[in-house]
């Protein structure tokens, strides 16, 4: 499988902490690829400088054939990367419809002005992206709060309309950052299929994940990361008996 994303000699360090370091990976394209590592090794840092919310101290990250290393979130977005945070984020006092459509407008103009503005082309477009919005809804499972704001809903379910908002961009690959932490059962199932029938689809995941069997059980590839470091990579299975990763967990 080819990659759709590879990063070389990545770097980071925030004031004297290597939150990165030299790390080379890929994400085959089509492909469920896990990251995993305990607290502090270097997870959100390293989606941080794929996803263009923070800038490489040095090394390269390539997207889709192009060199992206430093590129804003925003831009990304227009080439079809997105992602979802640890700390999941929705505006509250929108309706998670307009959360939807914040999310669609934001790859054609940076930001909130066109919504604000209304102007004549927003308008014409408007009904189009709230029947897209609304399929999206659907699919996660979240049409019925399209007109509650997102500031009443549940963490699980503001997990789901963020998953939608990255869908209605029509992403290639989508990063998402413990997407099932906190949330029920029930919405942890929800996500699991989804993830599966969207790749099914042909789109592509880099997950960061401690749910164990949910990346036994979806993930083709998995990297480990360590203090920064990428520790090994492999089939989950053979990842999950490597004695490095156990040791790595258990802070030997
Ligand atoms: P993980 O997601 O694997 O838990 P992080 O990438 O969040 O790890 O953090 C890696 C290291 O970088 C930690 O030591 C963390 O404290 C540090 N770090 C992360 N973000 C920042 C930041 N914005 N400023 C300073 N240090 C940070
Ligand atoms: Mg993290």
Same mark, same amino acid.
């Given at each position: 499988?080819?990659?759709?994303?590879?990063?070389?000699?990545?770097?980071?360090?925030?004031?004297?902490?290597?939150?990165?370091?030299?790390?080379?990976?890929? +994400?085959? &394209?089509?492909?469920?690829?896990?990251?995993?590592?305990?607290?502090?090794?270097?997870?959100?840092?390293?989606?941080?400088?794929? *996803?263009?919310?923070?800038?490489?101290?040095?090394?390269?990250?390539?997207?889709?054939?192009?060199?992206?290393?430093?590129?804003?979130?925003?831009?990304?977005?227009?080439?079809?990367?997105?992602?979802?945070?640890?700390?999941?984020?929705?505006?509250?006092?929108?309706?998670?419809?307009?959360?939807?459509?914040?999310?669609?407008?934001?790859? &054609?103009?940076?930001?909130?002005?066109?919504?604000?503005?209304?102007?004549?082309?927003?308008?014409?477009?408007?009904?189009?992206?709230?029947?897209?919005?609304?399929?999206?809804?659907?699919? +996660?499972?979240?049409?019925?709060?399209?007109?509650?704001?997102?500031?009443?809903?549940?963490?699980?379910?503001?997990?789901?309309?963020?998953?939608?908002?990255?869908?209605? *961009?029509?992403?290639?690959?989508?990063?998402?950052?413990?997407?099932?932490?906190?949330?029920?059962?029930?919405?942890?199932?929800?996500?699991?299929?989804?993830?599966?029938?969207?790749?099914?689809?042909?789109?592509?995941?880099?997950?960061?994940?401690?749910?164990?069997?949910?990346?036994?059980?979806?993930?083709?590839?998995?990297? +480990?990361?360590?203090?920064?470091?990428?520790? *090994?990579?492999?089939?989950?299975?053979?990842? &999950? &008996?490597?004695?490095?990763?156990?040791?790595?967990?258990?802070?030997?």
């Amino acid at each position: 499988m080819t990659a759709i994303l590879t990063t070389h000699g990545l770097c980071k360090n925030y004031r004297g902490i290597k939150a990165v370091q030299d790390a080379d990976l890929s +994400v085959a &394209r089509g492909g469920i690829t896990g990251l995993i590592g305990p607290n502090g090794s270097g997870k959100s840092t390293t989606i941080d400088c794929i *996803t263009g919310f923070t800038r490489p101290s040095s090394g390269k990250v390539s997207y889709d054939g192009q060199d992206i290393t430093g590129s804003p979130s925003y831009g990304l977005a227009g080439i079809g990367l997105v992602r979802t945070f640890q700390n999941v984020r929705v505006y509250e006092r929108l309706s998670v419809m307009d959360n939807l459509i914040v999310a669609s407008q934001s790859l &054609r103009a940076h930001g909130w002005l066109p919504l604000m503005l209304r102007s004549t082309a927003v308008k014409a477009d408007e009904k189009a992206i709230m029947q897209e919005a609304l399929s999206f809804l659907e699919l +996660v499972g979240m049409a019925h709060y399209a007109g509650a704001p997102a500031g009443i809903l549940s963490y699980g379910q503001r997990k789901l309309v963020a998953l939608a908002a990255c869908l209605i *961009t029509h992403p290639k690959l989508i990063v998402l950052d413990e997407p099932l932490a906190g949330v029920n059962p029930t919405i942890i199932r929800k996500i699991s299929g989804l993830i599966e029938t969207l790749n099914e689809q042909g789109l592509t995941f880099l997950i960061v994940e401690h749910n164990v069997d949910f990346i036994m059980r979806h993930c083709d590839h998995v990297i +480990v990361m360590e203090q920064g470091k990428k520790l *090994t990579e492999g089939k989950p299975e053979d990842v &999950r &008996r490597d004695e490095r990763v156990l040791e790595a967990y258990l802070g030997k």
